[in-house]
């Protein structure tokens, strides 16, 4: 199949206007008003002011250029925003369908297409019948035009335009040569470490239809997998996003939403257009970097959604039926149920047994199924790879962060500003049932002390509700789960609880919580939760700031204020059960994972739930509990969590919410022959407006990305990179950028500059600590020996270095990004590794000669220790009790000697914390890593640390990676 590459020079043609000299000015102005109209949403009235003052300067410098190149140059402009959209190839190549405004079906507009919509829900169902057109007056003659249409972009032109772009192709053969290179490197013992999603499973076992591995291929070929992603929104909200680099199947038209199977329709397309690239590959013409052509295979594996898309795309039930899980068959009455082997596992044959037999069967016939099965048919079949089992991903993005972290600060244990802080014992949200009448209480009791189980069960849940209560016994589940608990009560009497409304995150916690909020430095990555979180004006947290505020501040204040009381009282056990809340978490996140991850992740998560139903009775054990617990088996499948994380399309939501739209739904306002040559700007319907706003976009950024483009507009593109560039706070962010483990990139020098004294002395110590000492001073009066080199204190100062993907700052510039962690030898002799908190003073590139007469450049980082406590009151610091995951408490006073350092002894940025507290008689950092590559137990170091002395200072010898 060959398909002509996307013409991306197609700006060339501008040059053809005037004077080549001149040209790259018209073109510059040009670009001007498509970032101004697409970047940034403008208006075509500000565009066309623009496009006014762009004539204007013409006419400025007419005296300069003449009177004919003026001309020229004047006639190059174009006076409205269609017209610069038409002098470049940013739209994309669309497929045109009418959509039924009742069933979703659709009909393409290339073909003839009937009045009222025939297709049949089911076998033997008869046929919708709604109305697909309506009559329009259209310069004073009656028209038939379509209610509603659906705009699919082709993904196959998609792809062509997207290899089209040098940095995607570089990018794509990078990939495939690191991933080639390193299966064939020999290794004496495999890992179990896991640190990519290429290193997954699911992509070890992935055979193309020639049975060859995934990246088994020729140079002229690439073979992709893509996610696939459904979710809905509010167009009319107005949230922030930038994010280019993603293929938009649709936006189907609202205002209502396609409902179970209806959504199949627009599913169908995007599996026609991933058939192909399956069966034989799609051969395009050229690319940037192959002129003779390439090969694309394709395939879309992961489902990254919340729960409810992706159950609606897989053919599944919703999140609370019958069959709430997409991995085993566990009812939604067992959901209480924690015992993992117990769960009866889903096979890939039988679903698609029973989803093909759905989709031949009639209506009653296929509700007789999915009652039973609680399955449909999803056109995501027809693909011979794709597995509805192992392809739906748990995303910890909707899981965990907002899913397990939000409900256990606001569902279970409340999160109120204006109310007391309390123990957590009763529901602090949620429907809580109407206390009964005296009367029904009275024969609710009496049935329980005459063990009349059916009478019992007879009751109202609102009676058994109040009846676990009075008895101190779990209420979080139905009235199944009531009796349950009843049925396994021994009467003995019935206490009366007292009732007021209290929550545990109350004035007092959440007012503690931010005062140490404002006492912590953090490094740039770290997105902060607000300062007014619990209360009614601060709003919806992110993702990312419930992971923030609940695995730092949170951690922080409630073990400062919990972590010292006795271990048997409800404030500690309900630390404890938190805190293993947040190590599960952490360890899912982690940007590697193995067995001992996995193992550690399942451990913690399942005695975090055994432990919060025996804490919290009214605690509701809901299905997002129950997907955390199938966690493991999608990173023993895909790996590493952040590679499947719905970061990505979730922010691609916010970037469309951004648009600007004329706020209509699917209502076609132009007769059919000139609504198929609209392309510019106003399209009429808000899912037009998307379509092409956002592939114009990311077109037109790819454009400005090309070299010969960037020589004209270079400025202009620095800033855009700037605004669109790699933000600095965020999950994403930090997830993205530490992939490139194990490399270091250094800034542009800042200056030339004189090492002071201090630092001087202990760069000549670091480097003659590795044998003899061959370094001396520059500045020295003694002649020196052959054998030994003179130090010159001459360095290029560095502001921002990058290790690992994370930025590291010195304290001048961020004192959150200065400190970090190292890891140090614990003794002589001893392969223990321990670490310690220490602050970046200076960043530097210096260059020296070395014993076999070769000119080297190293970085290195001047830093100095922070002091750990006294021996005496290191059993006072009962941080150190909870872990890594509690940090540990060390003294607010830093060594006065100076250590150099290289990049690569860094581990981790920390959060540090000044704390005033009454247990210790000094002052006292509080010292938490944020560690996210690896799982490690931190050995504090109090009085072990090794030191290496000389006559200038100490030296600290730190371990490279």
């Keep these: 199949m060959l398909i002509l590459s996307w013409r991306i020079a197609r700006y060339l043609q501008l040059y053809n206007y005037g004077d080549p000299h001149y040209a790259p000015l018209v073109i510059s102005g040009l670009f001007l008003v498509l970032v101004i109209h697409l970047v940034f949403h403008g208006s075509q009235t500000l565009c066309a002011v623009v496009l006014g003052f762009l004539q204007d300067q013409v006419e400025i410098i007419g005296p300069l250029v003449g009177e004919q190149r003026r001309r020229q140059m004047a006639k190059s ?190 599913i169908s397309l995007v599996v026609d257009d991933f058939l192909p690239f399956w069966e034989t590959g799609v051969r395009y013409t050229r690319t940037s970097s192959r002129p003779n052509g390439a090969t694309a295979r394709a395939a879309t594996a992961p489902v990254l959604c919340d729960a409810l898309g992706s159950r609606q795309i897989c053919g599944y039930g919703s999140p609370t039926s019958t069959f709430f899980c997409t991995f085993c068959w566990l009812r939604y009455s067992d959901i209480e149920n924690l015992d993992k082997h117990s769960w009866p596992e ?133 009235k199944k789960d009531f009796v349950r608990e009843l049925i396994h009560w021994v009467c003995d009497s019935f206490p009366r609880p007292e009732s007021k ?49 609940c695995t730092i501040h949170l951690v922080i204040s409630l073990i400062r204020i919990w972590g010292n009381l006795e271990p048997d009282s409800r404030w500690h056990q309900m630390l404890t059960n938190f805190l293993d809340l947040v190590t599960a978490v952490e360890l899912a996140s982690m940007l590697v994972t193995s067995p001992e991850h996995i193992s550690a992740y399942s451990n913690s998560m399942t005695r975090y739930l055994v432990t919060m139903k025996s804490l919290y009775k009214e605690a509701v054990v809901a299905p997002n509990h129950h997907f955390a617990l199938h966690i493991p088996d999608y990173l023993k499948l895909w790996g590493p969590s952040p590679q499947t994380r719905g970061f990505g399309f979730e922010r691609f939501n916010y970037f469309l919410q951004q648009i600007k739209t004329n706020r209509r739904f699917g ?20 899912e037009m407006t998307y379509m092409y706003t956002a592939t114009r976009m990311a077109n037109l950024l790819s454009l400005l990305s090309l070299a010969k483009v960037m020589r004209i507009v270079r400025n202009m593109y620095a800033r855009l990179e700037k605004y669109f560039g790699r933000p600095e706070r965020g999950t994403r962010t930090h ?144 941080f150190r009790r909870f872990g890594a995951v509690g940090g540990s408490l060390w003294t607010r006073e830093y060594t006065p000697d100076i250590c150099i350092i290289e990049p690569t002894a860094i581990v981790c940025h920390f959060a540090r914390t000044a704390m005033d507290l009454e247990e210790l008689p000094i002052p006292a950092f509080h010292i938490l890593p944020l560690d996210r590559v690896r799982f490690i137990r931190y050995l504090w170091l109090h009085a072990l640390l090794i030191w290496h002395k000389s006559s200038c200072g100490h030296i600290l010898k730190v371990l490279g990676r």
């Design 77 to 266: 402009f174009p006076s409205t925003v269609k017209a610069v959209l038409d002098s470049v190839d940013l739209d994309p190549s669309i497929r045109r369908y009418v959509q039924c405004p009742r069933c979703y079906a659709l009909y393409p507009t290339t073909s003839a297409y009937p009045e009222q919509c025939t297709h049949q829900e089911a076998p033997g169902s008869p046929p919708c019948g709604a109305k697909l057109t309506r009559t329009r007056t259209v310069n004073g003659k009656d028209e038939s035009q379509p209610i509603t249409y659906y705009l699919h972009q082709d993904f196959t032109q998609w792809l062509g335009r997207f290899l089209c772009r040098p940095e995607i192709e570089a990018m794509l053969d990078q990939r495939k040569s690191e991933f080639s290179k390193k299966q064939s490197e020999p290794r004496e013992q495999p890992s179990n470490v896991v640190t990519d999603v290429l290193e997954s499973k699911i992509i070890k076992d992935f055979r193309w239809p020639d049975d060859r591995p995934f990246y088994d291929c020729a140079k002229d070929e690439f073979r992709l997998i893509f996610s696939l992603s459904g979710d809905g929104f509010n167009p009319f909200s107005n949230r922030e996003a930038k994010q280019t680099n993603v293929y938009l199947a649709g936006v189907i038209p609202g205002p209502d939403k396609p409902s179970t199977t209806q959504i199949n329709h627009h």
């Design 346 to 478: 889903r096979h890939v044959e039988e679903h698609r047994y029973w989803a093909e037999l759905w989709q031949l069967s009639d209506l009653p016939t296929r509700q007789k199924i999915f009652e039973d099965h609680g399955i449909r048919y999803t056109p995501l079949l027809r693909l011979p790879y794709f597995n509805p089992v192992e392809h739906v991903v748990v995303d910890t993005m909707h899981n965990l962060y907002l899913g397990l972290l939000q409900r256990h600060c606001r569902s279970i244990w409340g999160m109120d500003f204006s109310l007391e802080d309390g123990d957590g014992a009763s529901r602090p949200r949620g429907a809580v049932p109407k206390l009964p009448s005296p009367a029904r209480m009275v024969e609710g009791r009496r049935a329980l002390e005459l063990n009349d189980i059916p009478r019992l069960v007879k009751s109202r849940t609102d009676v058994l509700f109040y009846l676990c209560m009075e008895l101190d016994l779990r209420r979080g589940g139905k």
């Design 501 to 549: 409304k209290t929550v545990v995150l109350g004035r007092a916690i959440l007012t503690a919580v931010t005062e140490d909020r404002v006492r912590t430095e953090l490094p740039r990555w770290v997105d902060p939760a607000p300062l007014r979180v619990g209360q009614k004006k601060q709003g919806k947290l992110s993702a990312d700031q419930w992971r923030s505020f």
């Design 667 to 686: 209502m076609a306002e132009y007769p059919l022959p000139f609504f198929q040559k609209l392309t510019h700007a106003t399209l009429g319907d808000i």
């Design 735 to 878: 997830d993205i950028f530490t992939r490139d483990r194990g490399v270091t990139h250094t800034s542009r020098a800042a200056k030339k500059a004189i090492l002071s004294d201090p630092i001087f002395n202990a760069l000549g110590h670091y480097l003659n600590s590795f044998g003899e000492e061959i370094y001396i001073p520059a500045s020295t009066r003694l002649a020196k020996k052959e054998t030994e080199i003179f130090l010159h204190p001459e360095i290029e100062m560095l502001h921002v270095i990058s290790h690992q993907g994370v930025d590291y700052r010195p304290m001048y510039r961020s004192p959150g990004d200065s400190n970090i962690l190292l890891r140090v030898e614990a003794a002589h002799g001893s392969s223990d590794l321990h670490y310690q908190p220490v602050r970046i003073l200076q960043i530097f590139a210096h260059s020296r000669k070395t014993p076999d007469d070769r000119n080297v450049r190293q970085v290195f980082c001047a830093v100095q220790h922070l002091k750990p406590l006294p021996a005496s009151l290191v059993g006072q610091d009962w």
